[in-house]
């Protein structure tokens, strides 16, 4: 048997002199030598043969030489060299750590992990022993460790949450597909008792075949199921029940509207989209049936999971034209050329073909209707009028000069208390925007409370239902905004 021209027994002797000649020079006393011998050996193909005369060099006093050793020990450590490498990582900076296990973990892709159960225990036992800091590199070899490494895991996040470093929930995306949902479920479970602060990681980590375990956050404040509906969108609609049906039902608009911006067309099936994106267009609130419409704008020009654009724009064209119309003049930054219609400043134009634009007859009548002020005008004045109260003025009466200074002056003018705090809140908001603009500092508004005969817990009260409602927004913490919620 021979390798070229090369006998094997030739070839054998060859590859011995090479190991030969790496050890003799990492023992030499010049340093040129030595530092080549450490470059070599790291890319030597059985290098592995050389891990005891490596594994001398980790107590070497030249630092320069150490580091060029210890990530080729690191990617060939076996046996009990395991213990005694990691034993050696005492007083080396964390970086060169980190390091080390990136060059692990790249050396167990490449080469496959420790199978036998003895073994994954020698690697579990020694990467214990490292640091907090590191965790994120020794959940990932974990993850390569097999039923031995998955339970090591399972067992910090449930013993130990408070103090996992955040990093390594993103090495949970290692861990095959059944080792992973049990994870991501073990730690929605235990996050959502004692250290919630965690969901933003956490959405960052879940699939589509995990993301339903977050429905535990979905009891809590606005903003976590926010934070639950941005990952559920993320991950794609291809299903219209569980936890989407829970988010369709929530009683937030931002909630709803945080679903609909986030969704990622590519990752969603078209006709589930469409089901919930119905549901959308037909929400009392401006801004959740204002996104659900941009949304399907935006589907008559990307695709779906396994769908079609052209597809697609029949079907929309069918169920939703009205809505698109509506939306194209306010959304052009998204093509609605596919609609037919031009849009302009004042909004749609139709095309109108020769027989619509021919003369049908004598022109439609005008009546004292169509000079009538805009129906927002009418109600803010009628909302206005039932806000006065009774003035109070001076009798009419004929007083002398001498008694017209005991004449009590009139009294302001106040809202009766009987009309229901939004109406009274909404008022005072329109009335000192007429003074200060839109957006109004929010002390001022709770200054004129009283004139409202309003309290100081009452107005909180009412500000945080309207804000729920949707009809207040908060522009900053110190700033609030009327929504317009007549316009379409």
Same mark, same amino acid.
């Given at each position: 048997?021979?390798?070229?021209?090369?006998?094997?027994?030739?070839?054998?002797? *060859?590859?011995?002199?090479?190991?030969?000649?790496?050890?003799?020079?990492?023992?030499?006393?010049?340093?040129?030598?030595?530092?080549?011998?450490?470059?070599?050996?790291?890319?030597?193909?059985?290098?592995?043969?050389?891990?005891?005369? @490596?594994?001398?060099?980790?107590?070497?006093?030249?630092?320069?030489?150490?580091?060029?050793?210890?990530?080729?020990?690191?990617?060939?450590?076996?046996?009990?060299?395991?213990?005694?490498?990691?034993?050696?990582?005492?007083?080396?900076?964390?970086?060169?750590?980190?390091?080390?296990?990136?060059?692990?973990?790249?050396?167990?892709?490449?080469?496959?992990?420790?199978?036998?159960?003895?073994?994954?225990?020698?690697?579990?036992?020694?990467?214990?022993?490292?640091?907090?800091?590191?965790?994120?590199?020794?959940?990932?070899?974990?993850?390569?460790?097999?039923?031995?490494?998955?339970?090591?895991?399972? *067992?910090?996040?449930?013993?130990?949450?408070?103090?996992?470093?955040?990093?390594?929930?993103?090495?949970?995306?290692?861990?095959?597909?059944?080792?992973?949902?049990?994870?991501?479920?073990?730690?929605?479970?235990?996050?959502?008792?004692?250290?919630?602060?965690?969901?933003?990681?956490?959405?960052?980590?879940?699939?589509?075949? +995990?993301?339903?375990?977050?429905?535990?956050?979905?009891?809590?404040?606005?903003?976590?199921?926010?934070?639950?509906?941005?990952?559920?969108?993320?991950?794609?609609?291809?299903?219209?029940?569980?936890?989407?049906?829970?988010?369709?039902?929530?009683?937030?608009?931002?909630?709803?509207?945080?679903?609909?911006?986030?969704?990622?067309?590519?990752?969603?099936?078209?006709?589930?989209?469409?089901?919930?994106?119905?549901?959308?267009?037909?929400?009392?609130?401006?801004?959740?049936?204002?996104?659900?419409?941009?949304?399907?704008?935006?589907?008559?020009?990307?695709?779906?999971? +396994?769908?079609?654009?052209?597809?697609?724009?029949?079907?929309?064209?069918?169920?939703?034209?009205?809505?698109?119309?509506?939306?194209?003049?306010?959304? *052009?930054?998204?093509?609605?050329?596919?609609?037919?219609?031009?849009?302009?400043?004042?909004?749609?134009?139709?095309?109108?073909?020769?027989?619509?634009?021919?003369?049908?007859?004598?022109?439609?009548?005008?009546?004292?209707?169509?000079?009538?002020?805009?129906?927002?005008?009418?109600?803010?004045?009628?909302?206005?009028?039932?806000?006065?109260?009774?003035?109070?003025?001076?009798?009419?009466?004929?007083?002398?000069?001498?008694?017209?200074?005991?004449?009590?002056?009139? *009294?302001?003018?106040?809202?009766?208390?009987?009309?229901?705090?939004?109406?009274?809140?909404?008022?005072?908001?329109?009335?000192?925007?007429?003074?200060?603009?839109?957006?109004?500092?929010?002390?001022?508004?709770?200054?004129?409370?009283?004139?409202?005969?309003?309290?100081?817990?009452?107005?909180?009260?009412?500000?945080?239902?309207?804000?729920?409602?949707?009809?207040?927004?908060?522009?900053?913490?110190?700033?609030?905004?009327?929504?317009?919620?007549? @316009?379409?």
């Amino acid at each position: 048997m021979t390798s070229g021209d090369m006998s094997l027994a030739d070839l054998e002797l *060859k590859e011995l002199k090479e190991m030969r000649r790496i050890a003799w020079d990492l023992e030499s006393a010049s340093q040129e030598l030595m530092y080549q011998a450490a470059q070599g050996l790291s890319m030597y193909d059985v290098n592995r043969t050389l891990l005891p005369k @490596a594994m001398t060099l980790l107590s070497a006093e030249d630092i320069f030489l150490q580091k060029l050793v210890i990530r080729t020990v690191g990617r060939n450590l076996f046996g009990a060299y395991i213990k005694e490498f990691f034993d050696s990582l005492v007083g080396i900076s964390p970086a060169e750590v980190a390091q080390v296990l990136m060059g692990i973990r790249e050396a167990f892709r490449e080469n496959g992990s420790p199978v036998s159960a003895s073994s994954q225990r020698l690697w579990i036992q020694a990467l214990e022993g490292l640091g907090r800091e590191h965790q994120p590199g020794i959940v990932e070899i974990m993850a390569t460790l097999g039923t031995a490494g998955f339970g090591w895991t399972k *067992k910090i996040i449930k013993n130990d949450l408070e103090n996992l470093n955040i990093g390594a929930l993103a090495s949970i995306r290692e861990f095959r597909d059944n080792h992973r949902n049990a994870l991501v479920a073990l730690i929605c479970e235990e996050a959502a008792k004692s250290k919630r602060e965690l969901l933003p990681y956490i959405t960052g980590v879940v699939d589509r075949k +995990n993301v339903r375990f977050l429905s535990v956050f979905l009891s809590g404040e606005w903003k976590e199921r926010k934070e639950v509906a941005c990952a559920i969108g993320r991950v794609g609609i291809y299903t219209t029940s569980g936890i989407v049906r829970q988010v369709l039902n929530d009683p937030d608009w931002r909630v709803k509207q945080a679903l609909i911006e986030s969704i990622d067309v590519r990752q969603s099936h078209f006709n589930k989209l469409l089901r919930i994106l119905e549901i959308f267009v037909a929400d009392s609130h401006k801004r959740v049936h204002g996104s659900a419409r941009r949304l399907l704008l935006r589907l008559g020009t990307e695709a779906c999971a +396994n769908s079609d654009v052209m597809i697609q724009r029949d079907k929309l064209m069918k169920r939703f034209r009205d809505q698109l119309l509506k939306a194209a003049p306010s959304n *052009k930054d998204v093509d609605s050329s596919w609609l037919g219609v031009e849009i302009t400043e004042d909004g749609v134009i139709p095309y109108i073909s020769p027989e619509d634009s021919q003369d049908t007859g004598d022109p439609e009548p005008v009546g004292i209707s169509d000079f009538a002020p805009p129906e927002r005008d009418l109600r803010s004045a009628l909302m206005m009028k039932m806000l006065e109260t009774k003035e109070y003025s001076a009798p009419s009466l004929e007083i002398d000069d001498s008694k017209a200074a005991s004449v009590r002056k009139p *009294k302001p003018k106040r809202t009766s208390s009987k009309i229901p705090g939004p109406a009274r809140f909404l008022a005072l908001m329109d009335r000192l925007s007429a003074e200060l603009g839109k957006e109004l500092p929010l002390a001022v508004v709770r200054v004129k409370a009283p004139e409202i005969e309003m309290t100081g817990k009452e107005f909180d009260q009412v500000l945080d239902q309207l804000v729920k409602e949707g009809t207040v927004y908060m522009v900053d913490k110190e700033t609030i905004s009327r929504v317009d919620i007549l @316009a379409d």
